[in-house]
């Protein structure tokens, strides 16, 4: 399958007729072939207009054909071979294992959600019988299922040029919902995008699918976005990206005359406490896995320990030291984006001119372009809860170190955080009376708390949680990652005394192979 620098819209291959832009080499500073040309607001309309055409026919499908779609996507992307890795490789600078990981994380979440569809769960059928002869009143027969909620913006990340992007985890989800999609392709893997939305095109073909339910837009700014969340025939967003450009699709969202959802993945630096007894105990081993865990990408990972939190201690110093030492030997690594390269140099640069923050430690110094040098910087809890500068993103290789004179101060350290995606606690069996009175607080600050691990890396899977309060994301009650991420496409539908001619398979009576509740009981 050739690059040609199209989008795809409601089964047709098109090229733009907007500003032209290109792929570049991060790693090179190379430019890709061929030209993108960005999508005017007519192929906003035209595309979003096809889905809702398409919504009833593809909400109505057979979940079985739903799922096999899901599964064809699937299919189709393996068979696109060398040629999708090789262009995700040379358009992101990641290393070819990564991406080829990251393929294979893509499939998994396609398959996953097939699997889901088929079970039928998220249905979520209920059905309370008439009681015709109950007083004072009698009640009537009330059934309630789970519908989709109409075309879906997808925005792809920077981060993950497949598993976030053009068939990632919020096109699964919301195709497994039975949403119809229109993506916004991110500017920074352009061809990449092209070839996956090439392969969905082709999955729609031979799965029998309404063209309509997938298209791709190409834009290198912002405006054809802000045109796709404001089109009326869009319900619902999904977006991973920074907290500026989410919050500004928010408010594009909050201002329609018909207010929609927004999904937004932000911003959050995912603390990691170093509990007494834990650093004591095996304090090298918490550094390796930190710094580790630190560098990994580049740091270019929402999940990224931007955060250390610790007691005073010689325990603490012996961390510090050999996490320092650690770090001076990480080579520089090739950053996503000219764009990305650049923020990440000023938030380091701000950290370097605080007062407050100290630095401890930096990696090899970069002699390619956008390479990440690692920084680690340390404060004291006094500071950090004087300087709400201090729990500001850094997009990058990145860490503060922050020191607690108290457990006491451990624990406002934790308060004062704004809400996180991730949390960790590193602690050693003596340390309970402590991690518990953290837990109180952490679970109400992230959507997920892990123990003696290290945040980066998320399992797709049924109980992950890929969300958090503000500015985490923008719907703490969410997660964009594991099954439960189709709820987000879904809303309930009552439906009373209705003939049962009229009544989706899930909600007839007898026996429809659905897990359902019935008169209050499965």
Known sequence: MNIC????????????????????????????????????????????????????????????????????????????????????????????????????????????????VRAGHWVDARIDPALPDRTPLPRSDIRLRHIPLGPVAVFGASNFPLAFSVAGGDTASALAAGCPVVVKAHPAHPGTSELVAKAIHCAASRSNIPAGVFSLLF???????????????????????????????????????????????????????????????????????????????????CTNPGLVVGLASEALNEFISAASADLSGVPAQTMLTEGIHRAYENSVANMVGNPAVELLSQGAEADSPNGCQANLFMSTAKQFLEDASMQDEVFGAASLVVQCESTEELVAVAESLEGQLTATLQLHDDDTDIARKLLTVLERKVGRVLCNGYPTGVEVCHAMVHGGPFPATSDSRTTSVGSAAIYRFLRPVSYQDMPASLLSAELRDGNTGLRRLVDGSY
Do not use: H, W
Request: net charge negative; hydrophobic share 45%; aromatic share 6%.
């Open 5 to 116: 620098g199209e989008m795809v819209i409601g089964g047709r291959c098109i090229a733009g007729s907007g500003t032209a832009f290109y792929a570049q080499n991060p790693a090179s500073g190379e430019t890709l072939e061929p030209s993108f040309a960005c999508a005017n607001e007519d192929n906003v309309r035209e595309a979003c207009s096809l889905a809702s055409v398409a919504f009833d026919e593809y909400r109505n499908i057979p979940l079985e054909q739903r799922a096999c779609f899901l599964e064809c996507i699937a299919e189709e992307i393996l068979a696109l071979g060398d040629a999708l890795v090789d262009r995700a490789v040379a358009e992101s600078g990641l290393p070819r294992i990564r991406i080829e990981g990251e393929r294979g994380r893509t499939v998994g979440q396609l398959r996953l959600f097939a699997s889901v």
């Open 219 to 301: 834009d290198s700014g912002i405006e054809i976005g802000k045109a796709l969340v404001a089109d009326a025939a869009i319900k619902a967003v999904g977006f991973t990206g920074s907290r500026a450009a989410g919050l500004a699709l928010m408010n594009v969202a909050a201002r329609r005359s018909e207010p929609i959802p927004v999904y937004a993945e932000m911003s959050s630096i995912n603390p990691v406490f170093l509990l007494p007894n834990a650093l004591e105990n095996s304090g090298e081993e918490l550094a390796s896995g930190f710094v580790s865990s630190l560098t990994l990408g580049a740091g270019q990972f």
